[in-house]
């Protein structure tokens, strides 16, 4: 049986206004494969990643990542996880060097990580 990187089971979501935006959303994206989440503009692509990455409170439905429950090992499956949701947010004024500055304060990561990430 293969092993799930990321397994999403009965994921339901809707925003303020009630009106569902997921319903009933099932992945099950294998160990070291490359996976096209794809469709429509408003199918809930954007909100499932917001989900998956925590920026998004879950209400309903089983979220796994790395095998672990997302909701109980949040920051130790974040540590792990990059991500870019539509375009990045980069002070278009600073250096790469600068901005991975204020990304490395942000999330207390030691200073030898910005050269390793330009390398």
Do not use: C, W
Request: hydrophobic letters at 40%; glycine letters at 8%.
């Amino acid at each position: 049986m293969q092993t799930a990187v990321i397994q999403t089971t009965n994921l339901d979501f809707s925003f303020s206004n009630g009106v569902k935006t997921l319903r009933d959303v099932n992945l099950f994206v294998p160990k070291g494969s490359i996976y096209g989440f794809l469709g429509p503009n408003g199918a809930g692509k954007t909100t499932t990643l917001r989900l998956l990455l925590g920026l998004l409170k879950n209400q309903h439905g089983k979220l796994e990542i790395f095998g672990k429950e997302f909701a109980s090992h949040r920051i130790e499956i974040l540590k792990r996880l990059g991500s870019l949701i539509e375009q990045p947010s980069l002070y278009l004024h600073l250096t790469a060097k600068e901005n991975l500055e204020i990304y490395r304060l942000i999330y207390k990561v030691d200073k030898n990580r910005i050269h390793e990430v330009l390398k």
